[in-house]
C-alpha cells in the first residue's frame, strides 16, 4: 500500500522529513533549509513513480497538456538549493561571470525507477544526464517557438540506483553556466541518527545555522547534520580519538570571503587523530579546501562537494590507509590529492573546473606516495580549456625547486576512468630544479577519453634527478582509439624515459588508423 507518513526531526523542525512508499521504493524527499535560503530560481525537480508517470516516449509536440496531466498527482516537489559566482568574482578570479549552480537531492532503496521531472525558466532545445557511463535517457516536452525550431520547459528522467551523482545539462555549453545535479543518497540507517541529547554529538537539526569557524571541544565524537541542515560555516576538530560526520545536511562557506583567515586550510578540518568517518553530507563554496586531514585510516562515502569557484579549491586528502567511495567531488584546484600510502579512491563521480588536477601525486615538496588505487570514475566535465596551468591533467606532479626536495612514487595504479569529454592533458608530471627521487610503476588502465587531448608530458628541470620508470599505459582510447604510442599520444618525454603502451584490442587499433 502506497502513502506517507512524516518523521519529525528532533530539533528546529521547519519541515518533515518526508518518508513516501512509491509503490515498490521507499524514497525520502528531504525538508527545505526554511524561507532564509531562497530555492533555485531556475529549476523546479520533483520525483514520482515511474510505473504511474506515463509513457517514457518524447511526446509530441502536441501533447503537452496531456503530459503535465499524468505528472499531477502523485508528484513530490524538492527543494532546490542554488549558488552563484557574483560574490567570489570581486574577490579572486572565480571563473566566467554569472555561472550557477543548483542542486537537490533525496533518498531511495532503489527498489523500483523514480522519475524525475525538471521544470525550467528558460526554454532549451537539448537534455542531456551525465555521467554518460550511466546511460540515462532526457525526454523533454515544451512549446514549439517556430516550425523545425523546438524549444522545451520539461525534461524527466528516470533513476532507481542509490549512490547516483547526476548532472542535468539543458542546452549544456563550454562551459555549462547555469548547472543542476541531481544527488541520489541511499536511505540513511536509522541506526546511524544520534540524539540531538547526546553531549557528545554536534547535532544540527533542520533550519539555518550560523557557525563560523567553530573549534570542536574534545568531547564531541559525531557532528550530525539532519536533512534540511544549512550550515554557515565549518569547524576543526583537534581530538586524538575517531570523530563521524554525518547525515543530510548542507555546510555552506558562502559567507566568508576567499582564503578567510578563519579557515587557515578547510571549511571541514579534521586536524588530529584517525579513523575519522565522514558521510552524506554535501559541501559547498568554501573559501578554500572543502576538506583535509591527514588522519590514517579516514572512511568517506556518499559526499557531495558541490559548488567550487576559486582556485584553492581542493577536494579530498587523507592519510594512510584511506577510503574515499562512492561521492561527487566539483573542484577548482586538485582533486584526489592522493598523498598516502594505501588509500583507494573508488566509484566517484568527478567535475574538474579549470583549474587543477584530477588526481595528484605532488606539489612542490617532499612526495612519499605508495601502493595506490584510483578506480572506476566518472568524470563528467574538464574546463582546462578555459585555462592552461601545470597541474592540469588526470595524472599530474609538480615536485621541487630546492635541495631538500625529495620525490618517491611507487606503484600506483589508476584505472577504468572514463570521461564524457577531451582534456588538456592525461598526464602531467613536472619534477622541478633540484629535485631527486624516484616515480616509478604508475599504470593507468582503461582511461577512455571521449574527445581530444592537447599534449602529455614527463618533463625535468635542469638540475633533477628524478629515476622514471614503469609508466604504462594499458588501454588507453582518446576519441575511441586505443593508444599504442607515445607519439599519437601527443607526449614529450624527457630523456632516458620509456613510457610504454599496451592495446589488448589490438584489432580496434588498427582500424582507427593508428
Known amino acids: 500500500m502506497c502513502g506517507q507518513r512524516p518523521l519529525g ?62 505528472e499531477q498527482g502523485q508528484a513530490q516537489e524538492l527543494f532546490v538549493y542554488v549558488l552563484n559566482n557574483t560574490a567570489r568574482s570581486q574577490q579572486a578570479y572565480a571563473g566566467p561571470a554569472n555561472r550557477s549552480v543548483s542542486w537537490t537531492s533525496f533518498a531511495t532503496d532503489g527498489a523500483s525507477p523514480v522519475r524525475v521531472t525538471v521544470q525550467a525558466t528558460k526554454r532549451f532545445s537539448a537534455c542531456e544526464i551525465r555521467p554518460k557511463n550511466l ?36 542546452d549544456g555549453g563550454d562551459p555549462v553556466m547555469h548547472a543542476l545535479n541531481v544527488f541520489v543518497d541511499p536511505l540513511e540507517d536509522p541506526a546511524s541518527v544520534p540524539s540531538p541529547d547526546d553531549p557528545q554529538v554536534l547535532y544540527f537539526g533542520p533550519g539555518v545555522h550560523r557557525i563560523g569557524a567553530l573549534a570542536v571541544n574534545d568531547t564531541i565524537d559525531h557532528v550530525y547534520a539532519a536533512p534540511g541542515a ?16 554525518s547525515g543530510r545536511g548542507v555546510f555552506s562557506g558562502e559567507t566568508f570571503v576567499f582564503h578567510d583567515p578563519r579557515f587557515p586550510w578547510s571549511l571541514i578540518d579534521l586536524a588530529a587523530g584517525n579513523a575519522h568517518s565522514v558521510s552524506g553530507i554535501t559541501v559547498v563554496d568554501p573559501p578554500k579546501y572543502y576538506f ?36 561527487y567531488f566539483r573542484c577548482n584546484d586538485d582533486t584526489l590529492k592522493i598523498y598516502s600510502q594505501g588509500m583507494i579512491c573508488q566509484r566517484l563521480t568527478l567535475w574538474q573546473n579549470e583549474n587543477g588536477g584530477v588526481t595528484q601525486t605532488g606539489w612542490w615538496g617532499n612526495s612519499t606516495r605508495k601502493d595506490i588505487l584510483v ?68 599504470r593507468l588502465e582503461r582511461v577512455r577519453v571521449d574527445g581530444w587531448n592537447k599534449y602529455n608530458r614527463i618533463l625535468a628541470d635542469p638540475g633533477a634527478a628524478v629515476a622514471v620508470d614503469g609508466i604504462t599505459f594499458l588501454d ?26 599496451v592495446c589488448t584490442h589490438k584489432a580496434k587499433a588498427m582500424n582507427n588508423g593508428t
Open 230 to 245: 544549512y550550515i554557515h560555516g565549518g569547524f576543526v576538530t583537534r581530538s586524538n580519538h575517531p570523530v563521524t560526520v
Open 9 to 70: 526531526a528532533p530539533s528546529l523542525v521547519l519541515a518533515a522529513v518526508l518518508v513516501s512508499c512509491l509503490c515498490d521504493a521507499t524514497v525520502v524527499v528531504y525538508p527545505g533549509p526554511g524561507p532564509s535560503v531562497a530555492p533555485s530560481w531556475r529549476y523546479r525537480v520533483s520525483i514520482r513513480d515511474a510505473s504511474t508517470a506515463g509513457s517514457r516516449q518524447q511526446p509530441h509536440l502536441g501533447d503537452q497538456s496531456q503530459e503535465q496531466g499524468r
Open 476 to 501: 588507453f582510447e582518446l576519441g575511441g582509439t586505443c593508444i599504442d604510442s607515445a607519439a599519437k599520444a601527443n607526449f614529450t618525454i624527457m630523456p632516458g624515459v620509456n613510457v610504454s603502451f
Open 292 to 327: 583535509r586531514t591527514y588522519a590514517n585510516n579516514l572512511v568517506v562515502k556518499n559526499v557531495k562537494f558541490a559548488v567550487a569557484w576559486t582556485y584553492n579549491t581542493d577536494g579530498m586528502v587523507g592519510g594512510k590507509n584511506s577510503l574515499i567511495q562512492d561521492s
Open 135 to 170: 546511460g540515462l535517457q532526457c525526454y523533454t516536452n515544451g512549446k514549439t517557438d517556430s516550425p523545425g525550431h523546438d524549444k522545451f520547459t520539461v525534461a524527466w528522467f528516470e533513476v532507481s540506483a542509490p549512490l547516483t551523482y547526476l548532472s542535468v545539462e539543458l
Open 375 to 442: 578506480e572506476d570514475i566518472d568524470l563528467i566535465h574538464t574546463e582546462w580549456g578555459h585555462h592552461e596551468s601545470q597541474n592540469n591533467g588526470i595524472v599530474d606532479h609538480a615536485g621541487g625547486g630546492t635541495s631538500d626536495t625529495v620525490v618517491n612514487v611507487d606503484n600506483v595504479t589508476v584505472r577504468d576512468v572514463r570521461v564524457d569529454e577531451g582534456v588538456l592533458s592525461t598526464m602531467s608530471l613536472h619534477f622541478g630544479n633540484a629535485t631527486k627521487g624516484s616515480y616509478r610503476n604508475v
